[in-house]
């Protein structure tokens, strides 16, 4: 069983900061792409960010020039740096990654972290 876990949500003012993680567990064999998407109440879940094994990535428009995805694949994390935070900002976070163990290929998603920004 493989499984992703999320951090570093909270509770934080417009022009703040915050850092998301998320580490995957479990009998890994690699992890291909690791995302980041976003669902606030009552709209449809986005994808803000992307990141691929050999570190190419792709955002949002609304991310671009204030969010930055990497990844330590040593660690099997996906990290988020949000910067210069929002109102429109808020809302729960996932991660979705392909991770394969030593039988299939898993499309995982992780339990989501709050991120409140407040104005």
């Known amino acids: 069983q493989v499984q992703l876990v999320e951090s570093g949500g909270g509770l934080v003012q417009a022009g703040g900061s915050l850092r998301l993680s998320c580490v995957a567990s479990g009998n890994i064999l690699s992890v291909g792409a690791m995302d980041w998407y976003r669902q606030a109440p009552g709209k449809q879940r986005e994808l803000v960010a992307a990141?691929?094994?050999?570190?190419?990535?792709n955002y949002a428009e609304s991310a671009k020039g204030r969010f930055t995805v990497s990844r330590d694949n040593a660690k099997n994390t996906v990290y988020l740096q949000m910067n210069s935070l929002k109102p429109e900002d808020t809302a729960v976070y996932y991660c979705?990654?392909?991770?394969?163990?030593?039988?299939?290929?898993?499309?995982?998603w992780g339990q989501g972290t709050q991120v409140t920004v407040s104005s």
């Open positions: 979705n990654a392909a991770i394969s163990d030593y039988d299939v290929q898993w499309d995982v």
């Open positions: 990141t691929t094994r050999g570190g190419s990535t």
